[in-house]
C-alpha cells in the first residue's frame, strides 16, 4: 500500500467518524429538545388542571351560596366548561388511564350534573334540597383534589420533572415517580364517590372486581394491540405511539394517537376504553343515527348482542350506554358506554371494563313468579309504563333475576326503575330517572 493510500484511507475513516459523531451530537439535541418539548407540554397540562379544578370548586361554591335562578344557570354552565377543560387536561397526562378512571368519572358526572341543572334551571324550575345536597357532595370531592393538583404544581415549580418515570427534585432522585405517587393520592379521595348519575344503573358494583370475562383468554403482543388500537380510531398503525403498560386489575397497553388515547388489553386484545380530547364544534346527525353506529360499532370490535339502553348528549358527544342483552333478558353488569361524536358519526369514546369484568355466558333463567305477580308488589303510588326482564349485580358480587319496571308517580311526576326479584318477589332496588335535553341520568 502507498503512503498515498495509507492517507487517504486515513482521511475517509476519519471523515465517517466525524458524520457519525456529528448524526449522534444532533440526534442527541433532537432528543433533549423533544424531551424538554413534552416536559413542557405535560407541565402546561398540570397547571391547566390545577386551576380548572379550582374553577370547579370556585363554581360549586357559588352554585351553594346562590340564590338567583339566573345567577345558578350562569355559574352552572361555567361548571361544565371548566369540567371540560379539566379532563381535556387530564387525558393530556402521562398517567396511566386506569389509575385515573375516577377522576375522570367525577369529572365526568360534575359536568353532566350541572348541565343537568342548568337545563332544570331553564325551565324555569328551581333546585330540590337533595339536588344542593348532590353539589356539596361534588364539593369536598372537587376540594380534596384540587389540593393534590396544587401540590403536584409545587413539586414541578420545586425542580421535579414529570418525563421519565423518575422525578429529579434538587440533588435528590425519588424512586418512583412523584407526580403519578401524587395522582393516586389524589384517587383514594374520590374511591368511595356516590354514583347519582347517569353512568348505567350498576355499573359501580362489579368494576373493582377480577375479570370474569379475560379468564380464558389468549394474551396479545404489545404490536397485536397497537394494531387493534389502530383499528378501533381509523389510523394506521405507523401513527399509533406507545404511552404506558397498564399493571391493574386488567393489565393494558395505552397508546395515544393525536388527541386519542386507546388502553388494550393485555390477554384477548379488547379495547378497554377510548378517551378523546378533542374538541367537537357542533352537532349534525340525530341521537337515532348515533345509537346505530355505536352499535355497529360494538359489533366490529367483538362486542356482540348490546343493546342501548340510555344516551346523554353533552358537548356534542352523545354517550350511549349499552348493556349485553340475550333471550330477552338485560345484563345490567355487562355494560359499555360508547361516544359518538354528533358532528358527523366519529366514534371518540369508549368504556369497557364493566363488561371485560363481569361478562360470562350464562343460561336464560325462568322466573319463578309471573310478571302479573311482580307487579303486585309495586307501591300503589307508582304507574307501571313498561317492563323487563334483567339480571342485575349486587354488592356482595352476587347477580339476582329481576323483572324491571318503569314506572311514574302521578303525585311527583318522576319517573323509577323499580326492580322486584324474579324468584322471590322482593323489592331489590329503585333508581329515579333524572330527564333533560341532552338526555337521561339515573341516581
Do not use: W
Not at 427 to 433: A, Q, R
Amino acid at each position: 500500500m502507498t503512503k498515498r493510500n495509507y492517507v487517504r484511507i486515513i482521511s475517509f475513516t476519519l471523515f465517517v467518524l466525524a458524520v457519525v459523531v456529528a448524526l449522534a451530537i444532533v440526534n442527541t439535541v433532537n432528543m433533549v429538545r423533544y424531551k424538554n418539548q413534552l416536559e413542557l407540554n405535560y407541565q402546561q397540562s398540570l397547571t391547566q388542571l390545577a386551576e380548572s379544578l379550582d374553577g370547579v370548586k370556585t363554581n360549586l361554591n357559588k352554585s351553594m351560596y346562590s340564590n338567583s335562578s339566573s345567577e345558578l344557570y350562569t355559574v352552572s354552565r361555567e361548571l361544565s366548561t371548566e369540567c371540560a377543560a379539566a379532563k381535556d387536561a387530564v387525558s393530556s397526562l402521562p398517567v396511566e388511564q386506569t389509575g385515573l378512571g375516577n377522576t375522570y368519572k367525577f369529572l365526568s358526572q360534575a359536568g353532566d350534573y350541572s348541565l343537568y341543572l342548568s337545563d332544570k334551571l331553564k325551565r324555569g324550575e328551581k333546585l330540590t334540597q337533595e339536588e344542593y345536597d348532590n353539589l356539596a357532595k361534588l364539593l369536598k370531592y372537587a376540594e380534596k383534589f384540587s389540593d393534590s393538583a396544587e401540590e403536584m404544581v409545587s413539586l414541578i415549580e420545586g425542580g421535579a420533572r414529570i418525563t421519565n418515570n423518575q422525578v429529579r427534585s434538587g440533588s435528590s432522585r425519588l424512586n418512583a415517580s412523584a407526580i403519578s405517587t401524587s395522582f393516586s393520592k389524589g384517587e383514594d379521595t374520590f374511591s368511595d364517590y356516590p354514583t347519582m348519575l347517569y353512568d348505567g344503573p350498576f355499573s359501580d358494583k362489579v368494576i373493582n372486581r377480577e375479570s370474569v370475562f379475560l379468564t380464558d383468554k389468549k394474551a396479545k403482543t404489545k404490536e397485536e394491540c397497537k394494531a387493534a388500537a389502530a383499528k378501533s380510531i381509523g389510523v394506521n398503525e405507523s401513527k399509533m405511539v406507545y404511552e404506558s403498560d397498564d399493571k391493574g386489575k386488567i393489565p393494558c397497553y395505552t397508546f395515544k394517537c393525536g388527541r386519542y388515547t386507546v388502553s388494550v388489553t393485555k390477554v384477548g386484545g379488547y379495547i378497554k376504553s377510548i378517551i378523546y380530547s378533542g374538541v367537537i364544534s357542533n352537532s349534525s346527525i340525530t341521537t337515532k343515527n348515533a345509537v346505530n353506529i355505536a352499535e355497529e360499532y360494538l359489533k366490529s370490535l367483538g362486542y356482540d348482542n348490546m343493546k342501548e339502553n340510555y344516551y346523554s348528549v353533552n358537548n356534542n358527544i352523545c354517550t350511549i350506554n349499552f348493556a349485553y342483552t340475550k333471550s330477552n333478558i338485560c345484563y345490567y353488569g355487562d355494560l359499555v358506554k360508547v361516544g359518538i361524536s354528533m358532528e358527523d358519526g366519529t366514534p371518540v369514546t369508549l368504556e369497557a371494563e364493566t363488561y371485560l369484568t363481569n361478562h360470562t355466558e350464562r343460561t336464560p333463567f325462568k322466573a319463578k313468579i309471573t310478571k302479573a305477580e311482580a307487579q303486585k308488589k309495586i307501591s300503589p303510588y307508582l304507574t307501571v309504563k313498561s317492563s323487563k326482564l334483567c339480571v342485575i349485580p349486587k354488592d356482595n358480587g352476587k347477580e339476582v333475576n329481576c323483572y324491571e319496571f318503569l314506572t311514574s308517580s302521578s303525585k311527583t311526576g318522576e319517573d323509577a326503575l323499580v326492580y322486584i326479584n324474579a324468584d322471590t318477589g322482593d323489592e331489590e332496588d329503585i333508581m329515579l330517572l333524572l330527564y333533560s335535553d341532552n338526555g337521561t341520568l339515573v341516581k
